[in-house]
């Protein structure tokens, strides 16, 4: 988990309201993804970034934004259209977004309730 | 389609025992792929890849994985299980065309003292 921060590690969300997780690396790596875990499904993803000010949507966008104002940062909001977001959310980086080479660094996760 | 599976949900071993969590990926073109291991509440570790050459790879905490081109698989080995190896494991391959990793639903191993 070292380099790569998320915060907070729980989050209780009532229906109808946003949230935000945090995530932050000091790897200086180009490229950082959020993705979304539940039982027996492995990890799906739902946004990743390339570079600064740019970020495409992964398999389950919808419900989610993100924004990619530094390197270093990379937070995800759970919207309110997000209609079951009760899951475990995990965010990573990599040196390089478009090499095979480099492995993805994971943090710790948030997991979030909906209450 | 590039897809990558875990055939067992769960793995159980005893203690000093060879273990292996089987891997099969379907991806056009080269194959690179990853092993990652998750223990409770914690993100995710990385193990070991594959990217070209030897087929045996060597990984973290005595793990080793074998490319089989042949039968598009990556199975996770370990001579000699230790309790401490339980965890949920996951195998992933990168996909070129869409530039990202594709994950396996898990394995979910338990080592018995």
């Known amino acids: 988990d070292g380099g790569i921060t998320q915060s907070p590690k729980y989050l209780f969300r009532k229906e109808g309201q946003n949230v935000t997780l945090s995530c932050e690396q000091n790897?200086?790596?180009?490229?950082m993804y959020w993705y979304r875990q539940d039982p027996g499904q492995g990890l799906r993803l739902i946004y990743y970034?390339?570079?600064?000010?740019?970020?495409q949507k992964g398999d389950i966008a919808e419900g989610y934004s993100v924004s990619r104002e530094k390197k270093e940062s990379f937070p995800l909001t759970v919207t309110s259209a997000q209609k079951n977001p009760t899951a475990f959310y995990l965010c990573a980086s990599s040196i390089n977004p478009s090499g095979p080479y480099n492995e993805q660094f994971f943090g710790p996760g948030t997991r979030l309730t909906v209450l | 389609a590039q897809s990558v599976a875990q055939p067992e949900d769960q793995v159980n071993v005893a203690e000093g025992n060879p273990l292996t969590v089987k891997c099969t990926y379907s991806?056009?073109?080269?194959?690179?792929l990853f092993w990652y291991v998750q223990y409770p509440n914690r993100g995710l570790q990385f193990l070991l890849k594959y990217i070209t050459g030897d087929n045996l790879v060597k990984g973290s905490y005595g793990f080793e994985a074998e490319f089989n081109k042949s039968q598009t698989s990556f199975h996770l080995k370990k001579p000699s299980a230790l309790v401490s190896d339980s965890a949920l494991y996951f195998c992933?391959?990168?996909?070129?065309?869409?530039?990202?990793?594709?994950f396996g639903a898990g394995t979910r191993l338990a080592v018995h003292p």
């Open positions: 790897l200086n790596h180009d490229a």
């Open positions: 992933a391959v990168f996909s070129g065309g869409y530039n990202k990793l594709i």
């Open positions: 970034s390339q570079i600064v000010n740019d970020f």
């Open positions: 991806v056009s073109g080269n194959p690179y």
